[in-house]
């Protein structure tokens, strides 16, 4: 028997079932209560995520078949980030985010970065549509780059000789 089924997608295409799916606050994936151990199957899942504006759902879109899935904080989690420095006009200084389950790396919009409960650090990714949160470990390298204005008793990401207050 398999570690796993590969979940099915409901056959309607106007309302709105749940998928059977889980995403736990480590970004682990569950299918009727059993982790998803098939990276390319939750790869591709990931790939497939978007948020239904009328309902502030995450779903799972693939064609005109569509569900819903639970989470517990966000769908997407920040495992890493990466700093490429300017190279000689060729592109600007950046912050790369390796997501889990994701083999790309995402460049980091710093102006979307919002502090939530217990101080945990967040911001969109996926052209500025997922909310993802950072991991402890990406959370300390990002960590490197964030200074404080005392003068008005903010936060702010240094990146590229500009300030970006962390809201």
């Not at 990276?39 to 239904?52: E, F, G, T, Y």
């Not at 190279?87 to 919009?109: C, F, N, V, Y």
């Amino acid at each position: 028997m398999p570690d796993e089924m590969e979940p099915q997608l409901p056959l309607s295409e106007g309302e709105l079932l749940p998928c059977g799916i889980v995403i736990d606050r480590e970004g682990d994936w569950y299918y009727q209560g059993s982790r998803m151990h098939r990276a390319d199957i939750v790869s591709h899942l990931c790939q497939h995520l978007d948020r239904d504006e009328s309902s502030g759902l995450y779903i799972i879109q693939m064609g005109k078949q569509r569900c819903y899935l639970e989470v517990e904080d966000t769908p997407l989690v920040i495992t890493g980030v990466l700093h490429t420095a300017e190279r000689e006009g060729d592109k600007p200084e950046q912050l790369l985010l390796a997501i889990k389950h994701l083999e790309t790396q995402e460049p980091l919009d710093p102006e979307s970065l919002w502090i939530g409960e217990q101080n945990v650090l967040y911001c969109r990714v996926i052209e500025g549509g997922i909310p993802a949160r950072f991991l402890r470990p990406a959370y300390y390298q990002l960590a490197e780059f964030i200074q404080e204005d005392k003068e008005q008793n903010r936060f702010y990401l240094s990146l590229g000789g500009k300030r970006f207050y962390i809201g």
